[in-house]
């Protein structure tokens, strides 16, 4: 039990730093996803299809 939750730690962690350098990447270009807890919590289960996906539909919006 105890690993299985340092695991979703972990996942969540990671999901927050990958947004965080993807947002430092694209700033200039301003197609920044906000950190949230929807965001972070998406990435962290589904990973980085979720980041694709995620980058796609801010694409269609702007």
Known sequence: ???L???II???IIS???LYAYNLIVQP???IIPINV??????????VPALLSLI???VLIY
Not at 38 to 47: E, K, P, Q, R, Y
């Open 29 to 31: 270009v301003g197609l």
């Open 10 to 12: 972990k996942r969540i």
């Open 16 to 18: 927050s730093f990958l």
């Open 56 to 58: 796609f539909i801010m």
């Open 38 to 47: 929807i965001t972070v919590g998406v990435i962290a289960l589904l990973g």
């Open 5 to 7: 939750i340092f695991k």
């Open 1 to 3: 039990m105890l690993k």
